[in-house]
C-alpha cells in the first residue's frame, strides 16, 4: 500500500485521487498534519506528523504500507518567513521517512524542485547536472532532500525517486505558500473580479507545469524499470512564462481582464531560479513529454473554473 503525506496540500489534493484511480482507494492511505479533511471522505485518511517517527511507524505497520509519496514540506515563500520551520520540517521529514524505507524496505517518492539551482545557475535551459547553490532555505533543503535520498539509495538499496518540480499550476487546489502561486491565484482572481495584482514583476520567466502533465510524469517515473533510470532525481518542466504573458493568454478568454504588478519579497527568490529547464535527461530515460502548453492550458483551466462556478462557458 502508498502512504502519501502531504496529502491535504496543492500537490496531494490531486496526486491522491489520481493514485487512488489507478491503484485503487484502499491502496493508497492519505496523511496529513492535520486531524482529519474532506480526502477522508473518498478513501482512507490517517492524521500523522512526519516530525514524529514512532507515529510514522505505526502508520506504517497498521496499513501495510511498502511505498511512501512525501510531499509534506514548507515551500519558499512561507519558508523565506520562517526559516526554522523550513529546515525542522523539510530535513527531519525526509530524514525519518529514509529511516523508516531503510528499516522496513519501503520505496520512497519526495519531490524535488528546481529551486535548488541558485544565481550561479546557467538561467536558461538549466541541464541536469550543473551547480546548485540556492539561497533560499526551500532550496537547501531539497538539496539535502536529494542527496540524503541518494545516499539512502546507495548505501542501503532504498528505492529513492524523486522530481525537480517546477511551478505547479492546479485549478482544483489553491497552492501552498511558493513564490510560484500566483500563477494560480491569478486564474482565480481573472474569473471572479476579471483584474488581479502580481506580486512578480511582469518579465519574471519561470519554469512551469500544469498539473495533469505534474500527475502524469510522476505516475511514469514511479512506475519506470529501474534499470531504465540513469538519475534518482530529474528535471522536469512544462513550459516557461512571464506574468505578462500569461496576462495576455488569459485576456483572450476574458478580454476585459486587468492586471497590475506590485513586486514583494518573492521577486528576489523567483529572480534566484532558472528561466527554463532542460529536461531531456527524463525525455530519454523513461519519454517523459508535456502535453499542456500556456495557451491549451489557460483554456483548460478557465473553462473548469467556469464549471465550477457553473458560470456561462463565454
Ligand atoms: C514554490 N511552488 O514556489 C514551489 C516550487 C519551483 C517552485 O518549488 O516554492
Known amino acids: 500500500r502508498i502512504l502519501v503525506t ?12 489520481f493514485l487512488r484511480k489507478r491503484y485503487g482507494v484502499n491502496n ?19 492524521q500523522a506528523d512526519i516530525m514524529k517517527f514512532d507515529k510514522l511507524d505505526e502508520v506504517i505497520q497498521k496499513h501495510d504500507i511498502n511505498f511512501v ?5 514548507v515551500l519558499s515563500a512561507i519558508g523565506e518567513q520562517i ?12 530524514e525519518n521517512i529514509l529511516e523508516l ?20 545557475t546557467p538561467k536558461d535551459e538549466t541541464p ?11 532550496g537547501i533543503t531539497k538539496v539535502y532532500t536529494e542527496l540524503i535520498g541518494e545516499y539512502y539509495h546507495q548505501r542501503f538499496g532504498v528505492d529513492f525517486r524523486s522530481l525537480r518540480y517546477p511551478g505547479i499550476i492546479s485549478s482544483e487546489a489553491q497552492p501552498g505558500g511558493g513564490t510560484t ?3 494560480v491565484e491569478i486564474y482565480h482572481e481573472a474569473i471572479a473580479n476579471k483584474k488581479y495584482t502580481c506580486f512578480l514583476k511582469e518579465d519574471t520567466k519561470m519554469p512551469m507545469m500544469y498539473m495533469p502533465d505534474t500527475l502524469r510524469g510522476t505516475i511514469q517515473l514511479i512506475e519506470a524499470p529501474e534499470e531504465t533510470l540513469t538519475q534518482r532525481s530529474y528535471n522536469l518542466t512544462g ?8 496576462a495576455k493568454e488569459i485576456q483572450k478568454e476574458i478580454p476585459e481582464f486587468q492586471i497590475d504588478y506590485s513586486p514583494d519579497f518573492r521577486q528576489a527568490i523567483a529572480e534566484s531560479w532558472p528561466r527554463s529547464i532542460d529536461d531531456s535527461v527524463a525525455r530519454r530515460d523513461w519519454n517523459w513529454k508535456p502535453e499542456f502548453n500556456l495557451s491549451s492550458m489557460t483554456k483548460h483551466i478557465i473553462s473548469r473554473l467556469r464549471e465550477k462556478k457553473n458560470l456561462p462557458s463565454t
Do not use: W
Open 6 to 17: 502531504g496529502a491535504v496540500g496543492q500537490i496531494g489534493s490531486e496526486l491522491v485521487p
Open 128 to 138: 541536469q547536472e550543473c551547480v546548485a547553490r540556492p539561497t533560499t532555505i526551500y
Open 69 to 73: 509519496i512525501h510531499l509534506a514540506c
Open 83 to 94: 526559516p526554522v520551520l523550513a529546515l525542522k520540517v523539510n530535513t527531519r521529514g525526509i
Open 181 to 183: 502561486d500566483y500563477a
Open 28 to 46: 493508497v492511505i492519505a496523511s496529513d498534519v492535520s486531524e482529519i479533511h474532506s480526502s477522508s471522505a473518498e478513501g482512507p485518511y490517517v
Open 239 to 246: 513550459m516557461s512564462f512571464t506574468p505578462a504573458e500569461m
Open 101 to 120: 524505507a531503510r528499516i522496513n524496505k519501503l520505496r520512497v517518492y519526495a519531490p524535488s524542485s528546481i529551486a535548488i539551482y541558485g544565481p550561479t
